[in-house]
């Protein structure tokens, strides 16, 4: 418990960020919403892939010209790399899902997920009626 | 059994033989039948249907909520134990800082020719990760595009709520005033990307900053002269293509066991680092048209 | 230059920049035909290429590797590719240009026509995706790579451009985000502990983790959490709640694809991760094969049981697809290697008959104008025989008779069951269940297609043109089942080899 306070204390607000990502994407019923507790998810895993590349008293990879860099002076650059992939990754997924949110709205005028769905079935019902 | 006088009267294995040759007659008079018999019953059966389902619903709505949050306390309490027994933060004898990263910074200057050690890791030592990376954003805007770009039918939408030039005189003289520096900075942190922090995703996330911010400030009239959809498909593609080829190049090479002829240049100089610095320059461009791609379509739905 | 190195073993890399070219220069090209020849041809070409590498490895007898720059493996990322991956490629190519043959008519007339030329960046992004998925040697690339996948994915449903279709992306791509969000914190998690991101050297870290029994519990959470991400990607069962609507709003070659491909690339990765990762021994000690074992039956049986309530055909079809991706975790579950050999014979039989379903049943849908209604396929047999004799010879080979695709790999999921003792008799009694469930729910529909048309039902149907494309590729697709099921054991045979070398 005291380990999760004071070392892994990094790692453990990532994972209940990640947990309140979780519960807002299953209970959220406006759709914006939702997308953003994806977006915490993701979110909270950059957060702990980032503190993991930290190094205590370690500077930033960033080497100096004309002098050799040394392992002991620099923290983990790995971290900070799949970081940045998995940022373009998620703002490509987030710009794709608020334009899909967009059209949406723009066919029944609504954000909420069940008033959509009840405007579909109702939509639906009544073509099934008129067919047979 | 003559069922033409009778069609209630026929046998089942009868019926079926009809039904599998596909005589109507029988068939419709059986359906009708059944039909007003299922509709009867369904208008009486509705509304207490309909109270059922009401209360169905809710209870079922309850449970989810309950089961939801269950399954995420449940979720964070195993992920924290794990955390728990996880290796210490921070700590340089972690199993994470090994030879791999040891590589990286020790002889990456060396061998990519650049001093940002995160951009010589993301655009020569993993590269093939990179170019997925722009992909993606490459389909993201092609999937906006699909979703919201306006066809010719409905540009009569596009009268009512057109994006006229009359915005604000303080708007219009900020924008004059910082576009320039926005880009410029932008620029200065892509060509700068393999020797100091920054690179091609930051710096094209800039300039694309300041396009929005001009398009804001000047409505798309003027804007649209140069950043068209054509011209900035062309871009984007280009720029896309270019990474394409240079990479494909290395990947051959590298590949095939095949010395590359690219030379690295002396590291903290601008022309250095290899690859780096044209492919810094192509992401920044890519990045840039999307940042502004997303930005036009979900205003205007046209670039 | 001089080439040092074989030059089959550019292969890989080619066929995954041909794909990711023409997918980058589509958008440039303003007709939906000529983007559609350009994806026709970067996949015969493909195809031709992978068969070649087919031949050079099966002959060889051999798993290599392809750098991909100037840096060795813990380094740079890589390539890796061995018998199984080259007929996963054929295959793929093969399913993808005959479903996008088939119904190229019917995405002419589905997806709006400025858009069309877009929606072959999509198809032809998805093929270079699908194929790094296949091709990688890097769990990171495979994450970047399985991005691709959703938003191309997501992007082919939604471009018919209807309410339902958008409501049924927006519900896929929830599924997906966090589907991979799961994944990628696998990732991490796995990264924090070995430091490392390609197969064999994850491999090596895990082996010396659970000698020196190290991080035992984080190590057991990891693979279940990246098994779970794929699960939920792939529609394992209680996930598999995207796939009924989407399938049912999108055009049939989407669909067809996205049954027949996507799902399975997912499943082709999670195999992969099992046998250069993790090593099965491993996951068979943590019971995580007995976890994905019952989830699987649990799929077979209660997809059929979905499939068999549901009235619309192209519903249906997605149920059993939720059935059928329950046997190949089914088999993979039983934590042999004959088991997942047995499933990677599924992959492939399952690919090329649903997606042959799928543009089959698009084609009757479009001759019928009785829309969603009940009776929208009786006797239509009669208009489009080409369709009806391939919808016939779909739904035989997923109930599984002889000579047909499906009969062999459910053959080889019952013989793999007798290597794992615990497991034989649910799995033989399952899948006898679940094949009686596929008849069920299977023949009415082919009784109603080949009834004779009444004069009434004769009003809903249109007379339909002959499309040429549509019946070679029909003709093609049912030449490709029987080669599967009746030269199965070379499939067997290779996939065999390929899953030992990567041992």
């Given amino acids: 418990m005291i380990k999760l306070l004071t070392i892994n204390h990094f790692e453990a607000a990532a994972v209940i960020l990640f947990g309140i990502g979780f519960m807002n994407m299953l209970l959220q019923d406006n759709l914006i919403k939702k997308f953003i507790g994806l977006n915490i998810m993701d979110t909270a895993i950059y957060l702990y ?5 930290y190094i205590e008293g370690h500077m930033a990879p960033i080497a100096e010209a004309g002098k050799a860099a ?28 608020l334009a899909l949110i967009q059209r949406l709205y723009k066919k029944y005028g609504t954000l909420s997920f069940d008033e959509v769905l009840r405007k579909l079935r109702s939509g639906e019902a009544n073509t099934y009626d008129s067919d047979s | 059994m003559d069922y033409k006088s009778d069609p209630n009267k026929i ?30 019953k369904r208008k009486k059966r509705r509304k207490t ?26 979720y964070i309490g195993i992920l924290l134990y794990t955390v728990y027994e996880l290796p210490e933060h921070g700590n340089p004898l972690n199993p994470a800082n090994n030879e791999v990263s040891q590589r990286y910074i020790e002889h990456g200057v060396e061998e990519t020719g650049a001093l940002n050690i995160v951009s010589a890791m993301i655009l020569d030592y993993r590269a093939f990760d990179t170019f997925g990376e722009t992909v993606v954003l490459f389909t993201a805007v092609i999937c906006v595009a699909i979703l919201l770009r306006r066809t010719d039918e409905d540009k009569t939408d596009l009268e009512q709520d057109s994006f006229k030039s009359d915005r604000g005189d303080i708007l219009k003289f900020a924008a004059r005033l910082v576009f320039p520096i926005v880009v410029l900075y932008g620029i200065y942190v892509i060509i700068n990307g393999h020797i100091s922090p920054g690179g091609g995703f930051a710096g094209g996330t800039i300039i694309g900053a300041g396009l929005i911010l001009y398009s804001a400030a000047f409505g798309d009239e003027k804007i649209k002269s140069i950043l068209n959809y054509k011209s900035i498909t062309v871009t984007t593609v280009s720029c896309l293509l270019i990474y394409f080829f240079s990479k494909g190049y290395s990947f051959f090479t590298g590949g095939n066991h095949i010395e590359s002829v690219i030379p690295k240049g002396t590291p903290g100089n601008i022309l250095s680092g290899g690859l780096i610095l044209p492919l810094n320059i192509c992401v920044g461009i890519v990045v840039a048209c999307t940042m502004y791609g997303f930005y036009s379509y979900f205003t205007k739905g046209d670039i | 230059m001089i080439l040092t190195h074989n030059i089959a073993h550019n292969i890989p890399f080619i066929s995954i920049f041909l794909a990711m070219f023409a997918g980058i220069i589509t958008p440039l090209v303003n007709s939906g035909r000529k983007s559609c020849f350009i994806h026709k041809t970067t996949t015969v070409i493909i195809g031709i290429l992978s068969l070649l590498l087919l031949l050079h490895v099966d002959y060889n ?5 392809f750098l991909m720059g100037h840096f060795p493996s813990p380094w740079g990322n890589e390539l890796k590719a061995g018998p199984m991956e080259a007929v996963l490629a054929v295959a793929f190519s093969v399913v993808m240009f005959l479903t996008v043959t088939g119904g190229q008519y019917m995405i002419e007339k589905d997806v709006p026509e400025k858009k069309q030329n877009l929606y072959f960046v999509m198809l032809n992004l998805l093929f270079g995706s699908m194929l790094a998925l296949i091709y990688t040697n890097d769990i990171f690339t495979g994450y970047v790579f399985i991005e691709i996948n959703t938003i191309c994915s997501c992007a082919i449903i939604m471009s018919k451009d209807t309410g339902n279709g958008i409501l049924s992306t927006i519900r896929y791509l929830i599924m997906s985000i966090l589907g991979s969000g799961l994944i990628l914190f ?3 998690l796995l990264y924090t502990l070995t430091g490392q991101l390609l197969f064999p050297q994850l491999k090596s870290g895990i082996l010396q983790l659970i000698n020196t029994d190290d991080y035992m519990f984080p190590m057991t959470i990891t693979a279940g959490i990246f098994t779970l991400g794929i699960a939920v990607k792939s529609a394992l069962f209680p996930f598999h709640t995207m796939l009924p609507g989407a399938y049912d709003a999108a055009t049939p070659s989407s669909s067809g694809i996205l049954s027949g491909l996507v799902l399975k690339s997912y499943i082709i990765f999670l195999i992969k991760v099992y046998y250069c990762v993790f090593t099965i021994e491993y996951l068979r000690e943590i019971k995580i094969t007995n976890l994905i074992f019952f989830l699987g039956v649990c799929g077979m049986i209660l997809g059929s049981v979905m499939a068999l309530k549901e009235r619309r055909i192209r519903r249906m079809l997605a149920y059993s697809s939720v059935a059928q991706i329950g046997y190949i975790y089914m088999g993979l579950g039983l934590g042999t290697s004959i088991g997942a050999t047995a499933a990677m014979l599924h992959i492939v039989a399952h690919a090329v008959t649903k997606s042959m379903l799928f543009v089959c049943t698009g084609r009757m849908k479009d001759i019928s104008l009785a829309g969603e209604a009940d009776h929208c396929l009786r006797g239509i ?13 779909g739904a035989l080979s997923i109930i599984g008779i002889p000579l047909l695709a499906g009969f062999a790999s459910k053959l080889y999921l019952a013989l793999a069951s007798f290597y794992s003792p615990f497991k034989m008799a649910v799995s033989l009694i399952m899948l006898a269940v679940s094949m009686v469930l596929n008849a069920m729910y299977f023949i009415p529909p082919i009784v109603d297609i080949w009834r004779p048309l009444s004069e009434k039902d004769a009003n809903y149907r249109i007379e339909p043109e002959i499309r040429p494309a549509f019946i070679t590729a029909v003709v093609i697709f049912i030449a ?24």
């Fill in chain 2, 49 to 74: 249907i309909e109270d059922t389902i009401e209360r169905i619903n809710s209870y079922s709505k309850k449970i989810y909520i309950i089961l939801s949050v269950f399954i995420t306390v449940v």
């Fill in chain 2, 11 to 40: 046998g089942k294995w009868e019926r079926f033989f009809k039904w599998v040759n596909g005589e109507d007659s029988i068939d419709s008079v059986w359906e009708k039948e059944m039909r007003s018999k299922i509709t009867g």
């Fill in chain 3, 381 to 393: 047999g009669h208009k489009a025989p080409v369709s009806a004799i391939g919808f016939t010879i």
């Fill in chain 1, 70 to 97: 040394l392992a002991e002076e620099f923290i983990n650059p790995v971290p900070s790399g799949l970081v940045l992939t998995g940022i373009v990754v998620s703002v490509s997924v987030t710009a794709f899902s």
């Fill in chain 1, 49 to 53: 892939l980032v503190s993991y590349g």
């Fill in chain 3, 186 to 188: 696998a990732i991490a």
């Fill in chain 3, 480 to 503: 490709v089942n029987i080669f599967v099921g009746t030269c199965y054991e070379i499939i067997f045979d290779i996939f065999e080899v390929g899953i030992a070398l990567m041992r």
């Fill in chain 3, 61 to 65: 007898q051999e798993r290599f590797t």
